[in-house]
């Protein structure tokens, strides 16, 4: 990589932690609360690169099959999330690299990873995506469908169950995105409660490269941060 290209993901990356850290400060919480995952579906392998020798720790793929190629071209001590959809057939070889699935979007899926789970071995930590606005494009559990199934959740015994995720419907206003971040914090309390002693409902999965201040401020656990890690590079990296 150029040195000029690195300079400037050096520079985004900074802003970034920056922005979290003060996001955080102002709620009275501590940015070691929150965990930035670096999303490289948009990325040249020579971006993600740049962002692990800076010390980036998580990366995020959208695409279960390119978060596979790409988990074996990096060292192992990466930890990959998975972000995106994930079909059934995929499950498998998702389980065998990531470390966090953040978009389980349906009981079959959970099921899956859950059968899946027991069958290899292992107890994945997983996430619930919420579609908490209701739009019709998204996926995910509405946060009625979530609150009449907790007994259904707490009985999966593999997946371990250890937060939720949200993506805000896109705005130009970052403001526009609180209340639905707050609404998947709320439903994150009322849920808690129903899994206690089953699944730790830790983690909260949301703000992207628009929103995410307002995300910090709600309370994320997780922000998954994309475009605006490779904004100004000479060749900008496709989306
Ligand atoms: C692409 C993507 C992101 C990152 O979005 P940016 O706007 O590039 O920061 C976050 N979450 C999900 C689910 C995504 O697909």
């Known amino acids: 990589m150029i040195p000029d290209s690195m300079q400037t993901i050096r520079d985004n990356l900074d802003r970034v932690r920056r922005t979290i850290s003060a996001a955080a400060q102002r709620t009275g919480r501590s940015a070691a609360d929150v965990?930035?995952?670096?999303?490289?579906?948009?990325?040249?392998?020579?971006?993600?690169?740049?962002?692990?020798?800076?010390?980036?720790?998580?990366?995020?793929?959208?695409?279960?099959?390119?978060?596979?190629?790409?988990?074996?071209?990096?060292?192992?001590?990466?930890?990959?999330?998975?972000?995106?959809?994930?079909?059934r057939n995929k499950v498998r070889p998702v389980l065998q690299v990531a470390t966090l699935i953040h978009s389980i979007d349906s009981m079959r899926l959970l099921?899956?990873?859950?059968?899946?789970?027991?069958?290899?071995g292992i107890t994945p930590r997983v996430l619930l995506e919420v579609n908490v606005s209701g739009e019709d494009v998204k996926d995910g559990f509405s946060a009625?469908?979530?609150?009449?199934?907790?007994?259904?959740?707490?009985?999966?015994?593999?997946?371990?169950?250890?937060?939720?995720?949200?993506?805000?419907?896109?705005?130009?206003?970052?403001?526009?995105?609180?209340?639905?971040?707050?609404?998947?914090?709320?439903?994150?309390?009322?849920?808690?409660?129903?899994?206690?002693?089953?699944?730790?409902?830790k983690e909260l999965s949301m703000g992207m490269s628009g929103d995410f201040h307002?995300?910090?401020?709600?309370?994320?656990?997780?922000?998954?941060?994309?475009r605006t890690l490779y904004e100004g590079l000479d060749r900008p990296d496709k989306s």
């Open 214 to 226: 307002v995300a910090v401020e709600e309370g994320a656990t997780l922000v998954r941060i994309g």
């Open 35 to 87: 965990t930035l995952v670096a999303v490289t579906k948009y990325a040249e392998m020579e971006s993600a690169r740049a962002l692990v020798n800076l010390g980036v720790v998580t990366l995020g793929e959208s695409r279960p099959q390119q978060l596979v190629d790409r988990s074996s071209q990096l060292p192992n001590e990466i930890e990959w999330h998975l972000i995106g959809h994930l079909q």
């Open 111 to 120: 099921e899956r990873v859950n059968q899946i789970a027991q069958e290899i």
């Open 144 to 201: 009625e469908d979530l609150l009449s199934a907790a007994d259904q959740l707490a009985s999966f015994e593999h997946a371990r169950i250890c937060g939720l995720m949200t993506m805000a419907p896109f705005s130009e206003d970052p403001e526009s995105a609180r209340p639905v971040f707050r609404r998947l914090r709320e439903l994150q309390m009322e849920l808690k409660p129903k899994l206690a002693g089953t699944h730790e409902l």
